[in-house]
């Protein structure tokens, strides 16, 4: 079953609006998440390292003040893309972060669909 | 930084037919990785293989570090094969960020 899971699915709002996205942990205890974006048809972008209880460091070209991280707790990282705008629309995924397997693992989110009209 | 490359970029093949997914990348890497990306968008991790050759079912993997390339076959394809391959890559620093190929869109046909 899932592993790592992300609310909502889907998102439709109006261009302005401020949207949350949050990625849950089910069964590990993550330090370390990261949230990637895609675009239709192409590869996945990390955007942020988001680390549990400091702040996260994003990659370069990323908007910090745009796109807000928060891990407050070792199973929740949120994402919130304030005062959307059209070409915000992407997919958005979350990883975790696992160094205790054989050998390190990320398992993924099943994604959100953003769509700014 | 790290070039990753992947090859073809689209596949389409009948049900039951074989191929062979390629990854290049630009430099030494710490890890690399192949996932499958189906047509929902869930990505599901398919192997861990830095270096050597790993097999599951009807999908192996042959890594081969110091030439900087990576393989993926597919046997016996079955039409929920279908979906995006990616390889991806860790690169040789403290950090466990992976870098994405471009990714081989497969399909297969009944």
Request: aromatic share 10%; glycine share 6%.
């Amino acid at each position: 079953g899932a592993v790592v899971s992300q609310h909502p699915s889907r998102v439709i709002c109006k261009s302005g609006t401020s949207v949350k996205i949050e990625c849950r942990s089910l069964d590990f205890q993550a330090t370390t998440m990261f949230w990637y974006r895609q675009f239709p048809k192409k590869s996945l972008m990390l955007m942020a390292t988001s680390n549990e209880g400091s702040k996260a460091t994003y990659e370069q070209g990323v908007e910090k003040d745009k796109f807000l991280i928060n891990h407050a707790s070792l199973t929740l990282s949120t994402l919130t893309v304030t005062s959307a705008h059209p070409e915000d629309s992407s997919f958005y995924i979350c990883s975790d972060l696992r160094l205790a397997e054989p050998q390190e693992t990320q398992y993924f989110g099943p994604g959100t669909r953003l769509l700014v009209l | 930084g790290i070039q990753v490359e992947q090859s073809p970029p689209d596949l389409i093949l009948q049900e039951g037919a074989n191929s062979t997914l390629r990854c290049n990348f630009s430099d030494s890497v710490n890890n690399l990785q192949w996932f499958h990306q189906n047509p929902w968008g869930q990505l599901i991790n398919l192997f861990y293989i830095p270096s050597g050759t790993k097999q599951n079912g009807r999908l192996s993997a042959t890594t081969v570090a110091t030439e900087r390339y990576s393989l993926l076959y597919i046997s016996s394809s079955q039409t929920t094969d279908s979906g995006v391959y990616f390889c991806a890559v860790r690169r040789m620093d403290s950090s466990y960020k992976l870098i994405f190929g471009s990714g081989t869109r497969l399909l297969v046909r009944p």
